[in-house]
């Protein structure tokens, strides 16, 4: 009831803090015959790792996976899959800064209003660490989607402050091209913008936000539920759920505000027996089920709440005080949010692709 | 699993179709003792139906609610307390027409692709027919807020096409100054240019997107859930189930995109023993948690779908036709969205404050 | 969060009290192109409805079951299905007496403990009145495995008493022996005694316990899942759910307590290329999974706590009385109870048959 | 969906298999503020070791918990914990023979109908090794029910083969009483012959099974759902889901069926303000809902499947074959039941202790 598990057939459960001894998460749902090992979390896991370039944080964590069980034989057996990843760097510290006082645009605040109690080490369960073990499970759902239906999951970088890349066709892109920069953005003029803005925010102490946008392609028509538990609905949820996330929209998102339906209407055409829409205002979901047009959607991130430059606070007294966040964050969330959101979408998807084996007699 | 089900402790399950005999919600986890009747369902259900004003859609549905359990000499039970509004418009008529064809912008493809078989009359389970059930649990939340906890839930129309309405003060607005014109903007300059605007649309056989804005005040700090149920994602989840939500953002939103650390944390001070943000672009949500900040989120909303005008399409053959849809749709969406957002809003919300009962020993 | 939904695939949520204006159910999950009708619902309506024969209450109750959607041109649509059974006599009533005091053996003082507030009438949402909708979602499971698989499920009255039915083989038994007499007994001359005897404690304003066998045929192998959703432990939750069972077991049951692995193990045979036990004290249940052989389980129920003669008691405020239940009641559950034993035993059956469907690749 | 979680709020999620790396459970829904560490882990899981005595069987496993997250500076955070216990009897072992051949009473035949595939190293995740986590979980849930209304659980054997031990008031067991000999029956008597008879069947590669009674003493009246979840069918889920669970009853339970009502039905009286009853026939529960009275339930756990003798069964390809179950196992389960039992209880106790918070306004 606390909010630890995503998903109903292909369903994650986690646990876990920043500066406890690791991160599991629990797989409930993936079928028996899956060919699984360590080896296929481990791509997802480093494109997440801090320390993986010169503009994210240059903390250390090795982010080893353990798989505990749910694997025999090189083989998915069908029940409970658990992966573990220890937490390298729990050197005590000192943390009396922080456990006293109220870090602007984090969670300490409210855990503290919730709880009662809060681990203040590295944010403790509100730290983006939680989400190593989602990119864990976000790597299983994306082999699962991929062997059954031949599904590709991208994301990348499409905006950081004020540069914006230029996509063409994102149905197009490739991993490769994502992965040709640090930043993850798949133009490469913007990228370079981008990794210079990064820079320079960096140097003045200071983070900036930005968009990612999201694809998945090779979804067949008719995935997703009627109402509640639309594709677009579990979407959203998903990607609300990570942090620092204010705003997801999907398609055409909030550029329909200024549509007439005439313009925003996709026209429905068909060829060779499949049945496809001229245009993809709608993102691949109509009703909330997928159309078989490729999935589209877009996550606005804010920038990074820690700064090392000084701002004003509170301490859980209410004294005035000031803080400025000791230890290396990222300047601006953006390259590391990729592979967090593909591991949500894939999540997501690879429970719909599971429950649309229920719809039919 | 087919997802009729939203929210975990207040919780609602919904059936129903746009013509079939009626349309059900059975709440659970409604704790006993608070006064309830059918009148306390009429207001908002009013809000929401059809026919209550030019600019919105001019089909006949009287939206009479019966409360069939879980009342008991005016008060709540403890029990599920179930909901039934029957149908009116259930006048046979010949669908022969959107029984073969798939209109564009709808459900019809990915319905049948998904199950194989469609109630096509209205759109069946995909009409926006079943949220007139979702209104009246709202009602009940809303009354459950207010009683336990003083909170409003207001929403308004915030855009339509490109008209813009002026907020000042979002967490100030009044539902009489909502309800003070039939497109529910509250910034009656911009309201009559809306009205105008979808007068002319709606002349011109079209429709027209635009955005809500709703906002949630009184709300403690300290709901919501760390993880996956952070609050922010659990309202994201309820609007983008709602029909032709195209893209959710709350507090600054997709404007963080551009900005910098500096510019967006919202600082903490203490005013008489009560901590607050000396500004609000977190929406009052941080690391998924209240921070007893105004709740403030948009939606945007897709132009209609149906028109009246012919439109291009294919049969469920994939032959080639076209389409116009009879009957009497909404030129624009939002006046009515605006009951429905703020009934998803209200559901979360006390979903969560229920469950902040579980959260301290 | 208070307990009205059962299942996780194919799940049903109810609603109602005894004296409510009716009783609502909402499946959840029931494929798309079922054929489904009222009509299919009514036979075992009938089998648990009062005044159905002299040995049980005299009530009345028409119990007419009114589909309200999920189905479209006779098929089920794979959206949810909702059916509706108005109460009928509702007329108003002398309650001063039950709502005062604590029957002996009933939830009165349970409720008022919980929720602080009873809805006296008749029990309200203590009373086996809530199972006729249970009945009916039992009839849609049973049609459903009845079409996918060609299971049957039939229960009977094992014991009354001292009176013991023999049976030499359960999987034998018909609908046609069950209801050949007004007990549901296969074993005609237990039967004759079963009826005496409930006759005579009715006369002496009494009431007698009994127990029920189930039995399941036609399961295949695999069903059910490894650790908590065991199909013995969905089955154990979903009898106890009953009102008036106090014991569960299945196969060999409480007998296995007395015997040795050697005389308990049911040994394995495999004929014409399907695996078999020689023997069925397994109960067709192998660490939680089916195996194959006939589901047999049994229940204990306890003797009707309603009785018209004098019984002491307390009111609400612990002062010594007595009470006499007017109103007629049956004076052995047990033949009505039988349908709704078959009911959830045939919703559990339903669940994991298409939970199956989610086991492997 | 494979339902490896159980609990609403107090929830548990387990993962791990006999022979893999070790076996985890996340609980979801503790509250913060518990006091809590390994060391409050350990006697359970002491309770429940093989090779604690004589009579058990004689594996080594030495059952470490490390608690993974959710606890900070020694108290409970409001987050999910996670304990981790690590399998250590892992070397690597000839499995060609249980590969290959079904054992009967075990569920081989059933996981590979259900799966395809099997982690047959000493029963993969069907094998009680899982149950190690649920005793670490009971453990907690133990503490939180001691703290926060004094319960106590108590669980002890009451009889094995035709021995039953005479317990004149479950009510009053002390754990002294059952620990004070190897078989945890508090009946010093009956407790001496039962180790003989074990012993004997032991000698004679045989196996015994036997019935446990469970108790908790403390429960508030008005714990409880009232339909689907009462807690005599959590409590019924709860014990099923436990492997060698054939049968349960509570409070009179089998013995009602020859019971008149006047003889079964327990009568109120009320003694310094507090409602009891004279006689405790309902165990502690009216109508799903916890009566204040001492909770009281039984259950007949099946005699070993694996014996050392030779048995008859077949090959995974229906070749009649022989099976002889090397490696030393429990004669008798009954005495490590005892500790997995009172764990189930104590979760299904601390789940719907927090649900009560939700029942009132």
Chains 1, 2, 3, 4 share one sequence.
């Not at 798989?67 to 899959?81: P, R, Y």
């Not at 003045?204 to 995935?223: F, H, K, M, R, Y």
């Not at 991130?301 to 430059?309: A, D, E, F, G, M």
């Amino acid at each position: 009831m606390t909010g630890n598990t995503f998903g109903k057939v292909f369903s994650i459960t986690t646990a876990g803090e920043s500066h406890g001894p690791g991160n599991v998460v629990i797989i409930d749902g993936l079928p028996a015959g899956l060919e699984l090992s360590e080896d296929d979390l481990k791509v997802d896991l480093a494109r997440r790792r801090p320390g993986q370039s010169k503009i994210v944080t240059q903390r250390k964590e090795a982010d080893e996976p353990e798989i505990l069980s749910g694997v025999f034989q090189g083989k998915t057996t069908g029940t409970s899959l658990a992966i573990l990843i220890r937490n390298q760097d729990q050197r005590s510290r000192d943390y009396s800064d922080i456990a006293d006082k109220y870090r602007p645009g984090h969670a300490d605040f409210t855990f503290d209003a919730k709880f009662g109690i809060r681990d203040y080490r590295g944010g403790g369960r509100s730290s983006a660490r939680e989400t190593a073990v989602r990119v864990a499970a976000g790597a299983v759902a994306k082999k699962l989607l991929a062997q059954l239906h031949g599904i590709q999951i991208i994301g990348y970088v499409k905006q950081v402050g004020d540069i914006q890349a230029h996509i063409p066709d994102p149905a197009a892109i490739t991993t490769e091209q994502v992965e040709a920069n640090i930043v993850r953005c798949p133009d490469a003029d913007a990228a370079t913008k981008m990794i210079a803005l990064i820079e320079q925010v960096r140097d003045e102490q200071d983070s900036i936000g930005g968009t990612s946008e999201l694809v998945a392609t090779g979804v067949p028509a008719g995935w997703g539920e009627p109402v509640f538990d639309k594709i677009k609905a579990d979407l959203g949820k998903a990607m609300f759920s990570l942090p620092a996330v204010l705003g997801v929209e999907y398609g055409i998102g909030f550029g329909c505000a200024t549509l007439r339906g005439t313009q925003n209407n996709d026209l429905f055409e068909s060829e060779e027996n499949r049945i496809t829409t001229q245009t993809n205002r709608h993102g691949g979901i109509l009703g909330g089920i997928t159309s078989g047009m490729p999935i589209i959607l877009r996550c606005a991130i804010k920038p990074t709440s820690s700064l090392s430059q000084s701002q004003e606070t509170i301490t859980r007294d209410g004294e005035t005080t000031t803080i400025a966040t000791r230890g290396r964050h990222d300047p601006c969330l953006l390259p590391r949010f990729v592979p967090m959101g593909e591991a949500m979408l894939a999540i997501v998807l690879a429970d719909h692709c599971l429950r649309h084996r229920l719809s039919q007699l």
